[in-house]
């Protein structure tokens, strides 16, 4: 049997639909960084299931405690609200256990099939192996490849267990009467998109914060759902009025927040990008001329730098304005020197050595879009570059640090073009190239830190038994860049030493300056011949017409091995969370024979935050998040949720809205008793400046009100009302004190309530409300 009554009950129904649709919008910020697809709607299914189960159990369980609660007449409504609040935790335990069953089965029979094509309906020790295998194939995923990985059984499963996880513990919160913690867990889902990306969907936003305000107004101590039969009118009409306010409060929060979304999008330099809301705005997009290994991350921008065009994408590469060279113990830094720029033609190759080609080339179009300072981006190695006539002389290139430069500002609007001459570039012929320096310049130099001499005895560890350079190089880039357990994060660990580089690799996080400052010195200290190259990621092409952009996110820094024959060889040791594929030349796994690349023993306990995202490497430039064409997790970024979530969210929505009101006006239509028929008279005298002193009994109240009435109008209270008030009260002495007492039921205590209102509005007019008081009794009037 279903109790008369039904607040705690319609708190169960709305507090689960609520949750579902802010789990639902912040699954979607986790398109930001895997791809969506199967797994997307794999993850919309779930919660739907999860949240039936979970709400249909809670419902279940709340109502027989509710039924247990027993009492007559008054007394029902507060023993049963009593009863729900006191099965409210464990209610929501055992719902919760429910859930988290049928959860588990749902991520087994999902993926833990042989090939998790469909579904497998009876699990058991397989399809835990199977899915244990998978996740660890999804870490190896995020360790290894740059976001937005692309969509596949791994990487569904994380996500998809992940929202799951982060539903049932919302909604257990919610269901135990928490929901200002309940929107917390859903945070969680939120913060890969944020850390890695920079950024959430607006959808998400809106959405989740409007679902999680709602869920406001469920609490007992304010909501609309909360009926303690105890409590005067005034306590009841302000914890309306403050649940409406909250929830009126609510939409209007989310139209703000998606109207300053749209007007941020059409700000030029901020194109689009909602989440801009949630991150500081650097304003320069000139790349800093040295690196700090304590510094942490600066302000960034996401303004477009360049844009360009080429004529085979499997040659794209980074492209490079500054090369450093100077080493104080501390910070690497630009040293371009006293040295004569040389002047150079479009028939000019421009390499620092004598580098052997392969004969072949790649055309390269650069349109510059920000106005910088005069450094040319430019792919690394050999190159021949075409300018316009009008700029050609202005340009002139530094050979020691393979530059081109110019006194002036490189302006809006510049374009030239790059032939980017092909290299034999492969392990075999570095390995077989001579250990020879290069003939200008000093880059084995070091300066004495406290823990040089610890640096180069790791690197000596690291590298034992690679034969060559090459191997060496190899060794150094593998053990930062995944086998020595090094986290990428923005911000950099408290200084423990005088030694920031030896911080660095005892910490182990730090993002692209410290891994490329890390291997720099250690390479050095090996008497590798090593610089470090400051530049921009290859971008995107986000509208797959040829034209690929690169905004300030795509900054980045990696180091330079000089190799004789070949000149300067780029290694990448930052994690490929967000640099994108190992060269191939460098790349072991698809070398044979390649370079042992052993992580020693730590050398004292490492911290292991977790994983986020490459970024700018300087206090004035850009961050990185930008996705890089390579390896299995490269792809477009998120894009615009579909058109299916949508309209699956607004009919969930709409549903939940349908099911609550539904409810709301049962509850109204069934709950009145002669208390809460007294409390509605109380209210309406009270409106109309009729008021009761404390001292007033219900035996003498109708004499006192009518006495008011005629005093204030000089119009006697009509006998119909005169008497619905008598009957009115005389029901509620008898349900406090009588023993033996049948209460007139619900529609006769309705028609009373309606007689003694209509006399009042005869005798003293309409209340003399204020327009918040009439918003308040229209809304009052809807819900019943």
Request: proline share 7%; hydrophobic share 45%; with cysteine.
């Amino acid at each position: 049997m279903i109790p008369a009554q039904h607040g705690a009950l319609t708190r169960t129904v709305a507090s689960t639909a609520l949750v579902a649709v802010a789990t639902l919008a912040s699954m979607f910020a986790l398109t930001e960084v895997v791809e969506a697809g199967a797994w997307t709607r794999a993850g919309f299914v779930g919660v739907l299931f999860v949240a039936l189960v979970t709400g249909l159990v809670r419902y279940l369980l709340l109502a027989r405690a509710m039924n247990r609660g027993g009492g007559d007449g008054a007394t029902a409504g507060r023993n049963r609200d009593q009863a729900a609040d006191r099965a409210a935790g464990t209610v929501s335990f055992l719902a919760t256990l429910a859930g988290l069953a049928v959860a588990t089965w749902y991520v087994l029979a999902r993926y833990g099939g042989p090939d998790g094509g469909g579904p497998v309906f009876f699990t058991g020790p397989d399809e835990w192996r199977a899915v244990v295998a998978r996740f660890s194939e999804a870490t190896e995923i995020m360790v290894t490849e740059r976001a937005p990985v692309a969509d596949s059984l791994p990487m569904g499963l994380v996500a998809v267990s992940g929202t799951l996880l982060m539903f049932l513990v919302a909604d257990s919160l919610a269901g135990a009467r928490m929901p200002a913690l309940a929107g917390l867990p859903l945070l969680v889902l939120w913060t890969p998109a944020l850390s890695i990306m920079g950024r959430v969907p607006a959808g998400t936003f809106v959405v989740a914060v409007t679902a999680a305000l709602l869920l406001l107004t469920l609490d007992q101590s304010g909501a609309v759902f909360a009926r303690n039969g105890g409590e005067g009118p005034a306590i009841a009409r302000a914890r309306r009025s403050r649940a409406w306010i909250t929830a009126v409060s609510s939409v209007a929060v989310a139209a703000l927040a998606l109207g300053t979304g749209i007007g941020i999008a059409a700000v030029p330099g901020v194109s689009g990008n909602f989440s801009q809301l949630l991150r500081t705005q650097g304003q320069s997009l000139e790349l800093s001329d040295e690196f700090d290994m304590r510094a942490g991350l600066g302000r960034r921008s996401t303004a477009e730098v360049l844009r360009y065009e080429i004529s085979g994408e499997e040659q794209r590469g980074p492209l490079r304005e500054r090369t450093f060279t100077a080493w104080d113990g501390r910070r690497v830094s630009w040293d371009p020197g006293d040295g004569p720029l040389v002047e150079f033609g479009p028939a000019d190759a421009l390499m620092s050595g004598p580098e052997e080609t392969a004969g072949g080339s790649t055309r390269l179009a650069v349109t510059i879009v920000s106005e910088r300072d005069g450094l040319l981006p430019i792919p690394v190695g050999p190159r021949r570059i075409g300018l316009p006539e009008v700029s050609r002389g202005a340009w002139r290139w530094d050979p020691v640090l393979d530059e081109v430069r110019s006194d002036d500002r490189l302006a809006e609007g510049t374009r030239y073009e790059v032939e980017i001459l092909h290299r034999r570039l492969t392990a075999a012929a570095l390995r077989a190239a001579p250990d020879r320096l290069p003939a200008n310049g000093d880059h084995t130099a070091l300066v004495e830190t406290e823990h040089l001499a610890d640096t180069a005895a790791l690197a000596a560890e690291i590298t034992e038994g690679a034969g060559t350079r090459y191997d060496q190089a190899v060794a150094l880039q593998n053990w930062l860049h995944h086998a020595g357990g090094f986290t990428y994060t923005a911000d950099t660990a408290p200084a423990r030493t005088d030694d920031a580089t030896w911080d660095f690799l005892t910490d182990k996080q730090g993002y692209c300056v410290q891994f490329s400052t890390a291997f720099f010195v250690m390479a050095r200290s090996l008497g590798i011949p090593t610089r470090i190259g400051v530049g921009y990621l290859p971008g995107n092409d986000e509208n797959d017409d040829g034209v690929w952009s690169v905004t300030g996110e795509d900054s980045h820094s990696w180091p330079e091995v000089w190799f004789d024959g070949f000149g300067w060889v780029r290694f990448e040791p930052t994690p490929q969370v967000q640099t994108g594929a190992l060269p191939d030349y460098a790349d072991i796994a698809e070398q044979s024979g390649g370079a042992p690349s052993r992580a020693p023993e730590d050398p004292r306990p490492t911290r292991n935050p977790q994983q986020e995202p490459e970024q700018e490497p300087t206090e004035d430039a850009e961050p990185t998040p930008e996705p890089a064409a390579g390896g299995r997790g490269g792809g477009a970024r998120g894009g615009p949720l579909p058109w299916w979530v949508w309209a699956g969210t607004i009919v969930l929505a709409a549903a939940g809205a349908a099911a609550w009101l539904l409810l709301r006006r049962k509850a109204d239509a069934v709950v009145l008793d002669p208390e809460r028929a007294w409390d509605r008279v109380v209210a309406l005298c009270g409106a109309r400046g009729v008021g009761l002193g404390p001292s007033t009994t219900l035996r003498r109240a109708p004499e006192e009100i009518a006495g008011q009435v005629e005093r204030r109008s000089g119009n006697r209270l009509p006998d119909e009302a005169a008497d619905a008030l008598v009957t009115l009260a005389r029901a509620a002495e008898n349900e406090r004190y009588a023993l033996d007492y049948v209460s007139p039921g619900p529609a006769e205590l309705e028609e009373l309530t309606d007689a003694v209102a209509a006399g009042l509005t005869a005798a003293l007019g309409e209340p003399d409300e204020t327009p918040a008081a009439q918003a308040a009794r229209i809304i009052q009037s809807l819900k019943r």
